[in-house]
């Protein structure tokens, strides 16, 4: 683990994941469980936010109890199934502003395009925390980062389920100040980008389509 790193092995999170993973696992419950699991992530994510104090008045006595620093920050959903950390994500930060970069992968090039980008205001002073479940090749969360810094995105932070090695090494090449926390890094890719073992097409399986 490295500080360009992080692997969440709490021990809920791992059995959680290890359910997500079972082929016979029906979508219902994955999705349950990616959203609990992703609840879980963003407790950890959000551990070093800024803090101020305001001034309040309990039952008892005004205190000046601690709360939350700074702009709302940032989720960023890589569409599709982005969607799917999204919402346990938001579970937990519900004020969150919310944005959505949509890539497919150009079957001549093999390069993302971009087919939608709508963002939050004033990147640049937030927290920016892209979600995606699966880092493979890297290629399109590469992509939806470069977007984000182009939008102005300083403090960018990925959010993912399941990482490759190589997609690690992918995203630590092209964005070096950019933070991965995943619950697992599995063995590697396979000729066609799954990751092994892997859990099969998050999206497919999140969604019901083949
Ligand atoms: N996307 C997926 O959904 N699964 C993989 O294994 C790799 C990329």
Known sequence: MSEHLTV???????????IMRDKGTPKVLFRQLLREI???LAYEVT???PMTTERIETPMQPMDAPTLDGKKLALISILRAGNGLLDGVLDLIPSARVG??????DEETLQPVQYYFKVPDALDQRLVIAVDPMLATGNSSVAA??????A???NILFL???AAPEGIARMKEAHPDVRIVTASVDEKLNEIGYIIPGLGDAGDRMFGTK
């Open 8 to 18: 969440v092995d709490h021990p809920l999170v791992q059995h959680k994941l290890s």
């Open 38 to 40: 992703a609840q879980l």
């Open 47 to 49: 551990r070093e936010l």
């Open 100 to 105: 959505f970069v949509g890539l497919y992968r």
């Open 145 to 150: 980062i470069d977007l984000l810094k182009e």
């Open 152 to 154: 102005g995105a300083t």
């Open 160 to 162: 993912c389920l399941l």
